[in-house]
């Protein structure tokens, strides 16, 4: 019975559809990914090196063997997808969420594909195709995940509480971003070794609260803004097709470490991704060298054409 009366909460407005209603709203996107293995009972997973080690958690808790694979200058995959036995899974990535029609074509003769979409949000899920995203690349909640699965668990998973994990969105409005940094690695070391949970009420409710539609045009616009000035200056050749909504602006310079220095001093926060591969792999793997020079340049909704040109001035005038 829910309460009449007292107190305000916090002042949600819930009107919207949201993402996925269909999908398995769960607490994390690494037990999203366990969700899956849980279901499909494989005994190895083929995993790219370029990747987030929190994808391991679940493999090293259930004792899946699992082994890494490289991919080329394109962000696909080197390797040889005959091997793949019936009791095993192939994990891949769409890298930066502009790799839907590679994704697309790989999904229909590689059997057991499992999709990570935790940096494509917007990316579809393939029909028969078992697919896990992670919200929170993309937007202000704390956790949160949903898994595309034909079967489901018998299981019945408690609902997660997110209320504590809040601190470092909340200063960032309040405080700053480096003033909310220390709460959002904080955050971070919270979601490790989580078991797998229901997503919680508040992160649902504030999905809800989400104009998604707008979210996807923003991003359309400032990615499109910033390649047709950079593209010149990048070394990694992209481009957007139908269904491709980006989580970033991924820029390839051998100089990504200094410039990444350069824009934190003027107050421009990049991701490079992911820092373990240089621990998985050596200096001959591709992983290796993408992990090292490609910047992740913010283009999200937050953002409009004077955000982009600051960054383009500043790229413009660093000492490449």
């Known amino acids: 019975m829910n309460a009449i009366g007292g107190f305000f909460e916090l002042e949600i407005n819930s009107s919207h559809i949201g993402l996925y ?5 769960l607490n994390t996107g690494r037990n999203a990914f366990e969700y899956i293995l849980r279901v499909r009972k494989y005994k190895k997973i083929y995993i790219p090196y370029f990747t987030c080690n929190v994808l391991l958690e679940p493999l090293q808790k259930l004792n899946i063997d699992y082994e890494f694979y490289d991919v080329d200058d394109s962000l696909e995959a080197i390797f040889d997808f005959s091997i793949i036995k019936e009791n095993e899974g192939f994990l891949i990535t769409n890298y930066f969420g502009i790799k839907n029609e590679y994704i697309k074509r790989i999904s229909q003769y590689v059997k057991n594909t499992i999709i990570d979409n935790a940096q494509a949000l917007f990316s579809i899920p393939i029909e028969n195709t078992d697919t896990f995203y992670s919200p929170r690349k993309f937007v202000g909640v704390a956790d949160g995940s949903f898994v595309a699965i034909t079967d489901k668990l018998q299981d019945i998973f408690e609902t997660d509480q997110s209320f504590e994990r ?28 989580l078991p797998i949970m229901q997503m919680s009420k508040l992160t649902q409710r504030l999905l809800l609260s989400i104009n998604f539609e707008e979210i996807k045009k923003k991003r359309l616009e400032n990615f499109h ?11 990694l050749e992209i481009s957007l097709n139908e269904g491709d909504i980006p989580m970033v602006y991924p820029f390839r310079t051998k100089y990504a470490f200094q410039l990444k220095k350069y824009l934190i001093e003027n107050k ?28 992740a340049l913010p283009i999200d909704q937050r953002y409009n054409d004077k955000d982009m040109n600051r960054i ?3 790229i413009t005038n660093f000492n490449f």
Request: net charge negative; hydrophobic share 35%.
């Open 312 to 314: 383009i001035n500043l």
């Open 268 to 295: 421009v926060f990049s991701a490079m991704y992911w820092p373990n591969v240089l621990n998985w792999c050596s200096d001959k793997n591709n992983a290796y060298k993408l992990t090292e020079e490609i910047l």
């Open 225 to 235: 803004y910033l390649h047709q000035r950079l593209k010149e200056r990048n070394n």
């Open 166 to 193: 809040f601190s470092h969105l909340i200063k960032r409005i309040d405080l700053s971003p480096e003033e909310a940094y220390a709460d959002f690695q904080t955050n971070d070391n919270s979601l490790k070794n």
């Open 21 to 25: 209603p269909d999908l398995i709203p």
